[in-house]
């Protein structure tokens, strides 16, 4: 079958055409397949489609949907306002692919995904859940910030926090940090770095609740001080 796929603003500079059209031997391919296929016959252009999304049926599909002859494809480069939001608070179940997938680069040999759980028991004592509130615009901002000194300390390490807030359960994510770098070294070490500056800049609040009560938590390893110079090993 043939896939005709749209293309827009810098794209159709990129490949010389408004319509890219892909020949695959089955009937029904994945997008996640088809971003192989396009990545295997237009290498060059891998960096530029690795910030980009597909539409099928003027809709935006995730890698596992599977598109046939008949769906309008469109591949989407990033609107106007840039580049893929790497810092995010969220109400909602993190989906943790989608953070990883913020952090994925040609260039790189490394990526690690930080995922921190809701923990039952805690020195003999059974939580039940935990709830966080933020200072939204605030977290955001010192969220960035700490993309900012990675980029700084390990240049060209991409860095992607997803935190929620409200209730979450027993072995349910509140946090991922995923990281991604050249080398496992670099990668390893700014994952490291996030979580540990995340605990000490953002504003970012825990609340434990056992089965007899609960605790607002503050700062768990020693005096806290958001003013002190990050880490520096």
Request: charged fraction near 20%.
């Amino acid at each position: 079958m043939n896939l005709h796929i749209q293309l827009f603003a810098g794209l159709v500079d990129l490949f010389g055409t408004a319509t890219l059209t892909i020949s695959v031997d089955q009937d029904s391919i994945t997008i996640a397949q088809l971003k192989e296929r396009i990545l295997s016959d237009y290498p060059t252009a891998s960096e530029q489609l690795y910030t980009c999304f597909f539409a099928k049926n003027q809709a935006y599909a995730g890698d596992q949907e599977s598109v046939s002859a008949s769906d309008e494809l469109a591949l989407i480069p990033p609107v106007s306002g840039g580049q893929p939001v790497r810092y995010e608070i969220t109400d909602s179940t993190i989906d943790i692919a989608a953070v990883t997938a913020k952090v994925n680069h040609p260039n790189h040999g490394a990526s690690l995904a930080f995922i921190g759980t809701t923990r039952e028991m805690t020195f003999g004592q059974r939580t039940v859940l935990l709830e966080y509130e933020a200072y939204r615009p605030m977290a955001l901002k010192t969220m960035a910030a700490i993309g900012e000194e990675i980029d700084a300390k390990w240049p060209g390490t991409l860095c992607a926090i997803t935190h929620r807030l409200g209730q979450v359960a027993i072995a349910e994510a509140s946090v991922v940090i995923a990281v991604s770098s050249p080398h496992r070294a670099d990668c390893y070490e700014a994952s490291r770095y996030a979580i540990e500056r995340l605990k000490q800049i953002v504003p970012i609040w825990k609340k434990e609740i056992w089965e007899d009560g609960s605790e607002w938590k503050g700062s768990q390893t020693g005096p806290w001080n958001p003013l002190q110079a990050p880490l520096t090993d």
